[in-house]
């Protein structure tokens, strides 16, 4: 099955404990592509401007990611700069220049309006209502940030009452829902539409809240965290790239596509930007989905 | 096989969003020896006033525990009194009244000392070193505080050279090594001396490192935390008391401790003080068991 993810291309520069990385591939759209490229066809909905590297582009090309709707647009391309701390779960933002993200308007070709499965990638709720008018999905899944949470909460309400499936920060689900304890917190969430939600804890793993009660996946124990920017658009990236490979999506494969996230998502902090992502392949997921299924036997 | 406790038996108020308890069972010994009685015969040493409640005794007594090593002193029994915030994770301590509990010196009656399985619960690393000279245990356990890497830190390293497994909270590893990274971190504590590290990081659950890589294991999720007292005692009570339960100390038979650690401490939020706790049997840990299977797989 084919997938489309929209959302952000980006020029990004980082400082990490491990070092920096001057305007390297970024954008949660590029990470999420390069991971559900993995498991399935992706068109990626974007846009770029006229300073984008070329040699970004062959790149994703390489990963046989469908480009005809990343729009080239006159204009620097849209640029994020962030400081992680020593505890690399805290990161300063430095710097945001949207430059030609700010006129963004999602266009779906025909190809990837008829992709079975979507994504919505963290762009403001109003432009994904947009892109759920260009779509024929049977299965749409969301992220969002405390940004829409704080100033566009109807956009997104009305978003979430059209989704299958949203994946969203701990920290997301208290501010969208006020709910402290996390367990009533995805209930609520629940309760706003989706079915699904996929509550992210870093470091500490994930809680799936589906039709069959909890699943709590663990996070890859690494003993070293190089860059962790993009780790949850990796995480969307190969929990829908695997839903779309799956006969069908039901508890068992949800489950599964949880952990496949959580695989990629490793991977990704392993070296700055997407450059340990960009190199895996189905041999290096499969050992380490391995490695989840040891760390959580019992 | 049977195992000795050494540590507090208190009498606790606690305050938190779900109500309040004045003056109840209360203490790391009790909740430790109230959890592992599900699985092995219990010795608990500690110390009580001549103001502790007969009904405790009874309650601790119709569980099996064998309070031959219970001293009771003139004067009052150690009292804490502590508020939970509306995000139970965090809490405040009111008041802390040492009373008899300062002149404590553990003295193991001849069963105690010979039972196969010791816990050091979290008193003065000086003492643990007391309690090691007495013992013939083949498998020892240790918890500790932040109060005794901070004051009483090259005691409390003899007492990590002699101790097979110590259970501690991520934000102790993080004091006691440096390391900000918690796998490394873990390392470090290996270094120390314990060939088994249980790091407890509360609602995120725990991570077990053994001799056979890592082992994640979830916590279970509560809708309601009534009364988080007590749980990681009682964590480390489920653990020791599985074990000592087996056959042998191996890697499997570890991963499994860990879980009914878990259980037994999901309990224990359930009520306050040890009122869950104290109710639980064979047929319920069962239950939770399965109920920490389906939590965990996929």
Same mark, same amino acid.
């Given at each position: ?41 992706v068109h990626?909905?974007?846009? +770029?401007?006229?300073?984008? @590297?070329?040699?970004? &582009?062959?790149?994703?090309? *390489?990963? #046989?990611?469908? !480009?005809? /709707? ?10 994020w700069a ?106 609520? +969430?629940?309760?706003?539409? @989706?079915?699904?939600? &996929?509550?992210?804890?870093? *470091?500490? #793993?994930?809680? !799936?809240? /589906? ?50 996230g959580s ?36």
């Amino acid at each position: 099955m084919s997938l489309t993810v929209v959302g952000s291309v980006a020029l990004d520069t980082v400082e990490t404990p491990a070092g920096k990385n001057e305007e390297g591939l970024g954008g949660a759209a590029t990470y999420f592509a390069l991971a559900a490229a993995n498991y399935a066809h992706v068109h990626l909905i974007g846009i +770029v401007g006229d300073d984008f @590297p070329e040699e970004h &582009v062959r790149l994703l090309e *390489e990963k #046989g990611i469908d !480009l005809e /709707g990343l729009e080239r647009a006159a204009g620097a391309t849209f640029r994020w700069a962030g400081r992680y701390h020593d505890d690399v779960n805290v990161r300063d933002t430095l710097d945001t220049q949207l430059n030609v993200f700010e006129q963004f308007h999602p266009k779906l070709p025909a190809a990837a309006s008829e992709a079975a499965y979507l994504f919505l990638g963290n762009i403001h709720p109003s432009l994904q209502l947009e892109v759920l008018e260009q779509t024929r999905a049977r299965f749409v899944g969301l992220d969002t940030m405390n940004l829409w949470i704080d100033i566009a909460l109807d956009d997104l309400k009305a978003v979430l009452r059209r989704v299958d499936a949203v994946i969203i920060n701990d920290s997301e689900v208290k501010e969208l829902t006020g709910e402290g304890n996390l367990i009533r917190g995805a209930r609520a +969430v629940k309760a706003l539409g @989706p079915r699904i939600v &996929v509550v992210k804890k870093g *470091e500490h #793993g994930c809680l !799936l809240f /589906g039709e069959d009660g909890v699943f709590a996946a663990p996070a890859y124990p690494l003993d070293t965290v190089v860059d962790p920017t993009g780790a949850g658009d990796t995480f969307a990236g190969g929990f829908m790239g695997y839903l779309a490979q799956q006969e069908a999506v039901d508890n068992a494969s949800l489950r599964r596509a949880v952990v496949h996230g959580s695989v990629v998502a490793s991977f990704t902090c392993e070296a700055f930007g997407p450059d340990r992502l960009a190199q895996i392949d189905e041999r290096a997921i499969a050992a380490r989905y391995r490695a989840f299924q040891e760390l959580a036997a019992f």
